[in-house]
């Protein structure tokens, strides 16, 4: 890439070196702008007859073309490609979503120093209309060899951030106490529905029941027939883990548990089971409150129908102190 000061009337096509300004100090073209012959005309009006503009040379990619290259391979799901001035592409979603993000795969595309990619965290909730990402360019272009670099490591490894939809989510929530199940409910109903209503979520039916082995798997069978996209069960006590009432219940339903105690706070004591695709979350003194905790970070993806893993619970440890 080279620069070079042209004629204004010959500058059409060409890539602004640096950014244009009135007498007065307002901008009037951006640098890395590519002139047009309306530009042209403007800058004739304006008095300027000669500018100051890079030139690609062989083997380039201009940074426009580098950017939106990059996004096209990094990202799939409910996502739309914005190209953004000065270099940049924008992901915007297109529906509400949960952002699954590939950690190490972004942080060796940004190693390549060419290209930077910036997303939103992983598991993190997105509305229609907000932004999931933005790929920006080294200034003005890149080596044609860097950017076919770039493509064949998202090739080989895929996307970088799925963009995955949140449709028709319905949950179903069980409510246990060790004397009267009602008791659960009145104390943490309102604090479920309030927290479902920031994904969009509903509660498609409750139950309530006494913290017994037999009782509570009854309830969770009865639950899981309505087919929601995750049960909660929200518990007026702590468990001391997977060997306690709810943690046999859950395995006497045949579900299997994935994780228990999850590495943020608040909502450590989290444990994580599924029967076959249906997520079932126990989260101790979650329901108490609508301020931030595990649910917040769990449930978006659990809600995109994404299966989370014990691995994925154990890497939220980073930014898992929310409170």
Not at 155 to 160: F, L, Q, T, V
Not at 171 to 189: I, M, S
Not at 263 to 271: F, T, W
């Amino acid at each position: 890439m080279r620069a070079l000061t042209m004629d204004v009337q010959e500058s059409a096509g060409r890539i602004l070196c640096c950014t244009i300004f009135r007498p007065g100090g307002r901008k009037l073209l951006a640098k890395g702008h590519v002139l047009s012959d309306e530009d042209v005309r403007l800058l004739k009006t304006e008095g300027m007859n000669e500018v100051w503009v890079t030139e690609l040379e062989q083997g380039e990619v201009s940074e426009d073309e580098a950017v939106m290259a990059v996004a096209g391979a990094m990202c799939c799901g409910a996502v739309e490609i914005r190209l953004a001035a000065g270099g940049r592409a924008n992901l915007i979603a297109t529906e509400d979503c949960c952002a699954l993000v590939d950690d190490e795969l972004l942080k060796q595309i940004n190693c390549t120093s060419s290209v930077v990619i910036a997303t939103v965290a992983n598991f993190r909730h997105v509305r229609a209309g907000e932004k999931l990402a933005s790929v920006k360019s080294a200034p003005f272009a890149i080596a044609e060899s860097q950017l076919e670099a770039i493509l064949a490591i998202l090739k080989e490894r895929g996307e970088i951030l799925q963009a995955r939809p949140i449709r028709n989510a319905a949950l179903a929530v069980l409510y246990t106490d060790p004397v009267h199940g009602d008791r659960a409910r009145l104390l943490f109903e309102s604090v479920v529905r309030t927290r479902l209503e920031r994904f969009g979520a509903t509660v498609r039916f409750a139950l309530s029941a006494v913290e017994e082995e037999e009782q509570v798997t009854r309830s969770l069978q009865h639950l899981l027939r309505t087919r929601p996209s995750a049960i909660l069960i929200a518990s007026t006590t702590a468990p001391a883990g997977p060997e306690d009432v709810l943690g046999r219940a859950i395995v006497r339903l045949g579900a299997q548990i994935e994780r228990f105690l999850a590495p943020v706070e608040p909502g450590n004591l989290m444990l994580l089971s599924y029967k076959d695709d249906i997520a079932l979350i126990s989260a101790p003194c979650c329901f108490r409150s609508a301020k931030p905790n595990v649910l917040d970070l769990v449930l978006p993806p659990v809600l995109a129908k994404y299966k989370v893993r014990g691995w994925e619970i154990a890497s939220l440890g980073h930014g898992g102190l929310l409170g």
